[in-house]
């Protein structure tokens, strides 16, 4: 049974033209993760929920804005995609709470994959 | 700092030998929990162990074995009697602050028939 379920697979869009990735959890998760991975590198992450609280990393562009609705749905929305955005995006979840702030095992999804032509 | 070290990038063998994957970190932590992720062609990062700082004993799960040692910062992972479909990058990370996983480079595992 799928516990972190991402839609779609597979994303193409066009350089510039908004686009929106979603991510679903089956495990009632406090946190939400968003990662980029380029080819042949280590996910980066580029932010995560602790429940409605939105935590951005640094460095992460403008242009990556995240959405999460209620506990179970999470969104990554790319403004205007360039061709350096193209990588698969992972989503994953954690149980969350202060106790365990730094153990929790994260649970990843399946990504997507997302092209910019 | 905290850091994670996969010297290996690259890692070849036949399959029914045993492999090693080697990790080292770094961290100031005193508490920090470590991880295993295997991630397959398809692309999906599996979790395979987590292991905190104050347990250092070995762990061993079916054909995975782990070897936890604090004194050289080290958390090796070991598959025996390789197989086929234990081809994938695997990943070592480092549990830290706010949740955060710092990841290391990975090491390409090829196991051919």
């Known amino acids: 049974d799928a516990m972190v379920i991402q839609n779609p697979r597979y994303q193409v869009t066009q350089f510039g033209k908004p686009v929106t990735l979603s991510c679903s959890q089956t495990?009632?998760?406090?946190?939400m993760y968003w990662y980029q991975q380029k080819s042949s590198q280590a996910p980066k992450l580029l932010f995560h929920?602790?429940?409605?609280?939105?935590?951005n990393e640094a460095d992460t562009p403008d242009n990556f804005q995240s959405r999460r609705p209620n506990t179970s749905f999470c969104f990554l929305d790319i403004r205007s995609p360039g061709l350096g955005d193209a990588a698969m995006y992972l989503c994953?979840?954690?149980?969350?709470?202060?106790?365990?702030?730094?153990?929790?095992?994260?649970?990843f999804g399946p990504g997507t994959r997302l092209t910019v032509l | 700092a905290q850091k994670v070290t996969q010297a290996q990038t690259e890692i070849s063998v036949v399959e029914k030998e045993d492999v090693t994957l080697d990790c080292v970190y770094e961290t100031r932590d005193t508490t920090y929990y470590l991880f295993w992720y295997k991630q397959p062609p398809s692309g999906e990062l599996v979790f395979l162990i987590r292991r905190n700082s104050f347990d250092e004993q070995n762990e061993i799960s079916g054909r995975y074995s782990w070897n936890f040692q604090k004194s050289t910062s080290s958390f090796n992972f070991t598959i025996t009697a390789s197989q086929v479909v234990d081809s994938a990058v695997y990943f070592c990370a480092l549990g830290g602050r706010i949740g955060k996983l710092i990841f290391g480079q990975g090491t390409t595992l090829q196991v051919k028939p």
């Open positions: 495990l009632n998760h406090n946190v």
């Open positions: 994953a979840t954690s149980r969350g709470g202060l106790a365990s702030a730094i153990t929790d095992t994260q649970y």
């Open positions: 929920y602790y429940d409605k609280d939105f935590n």
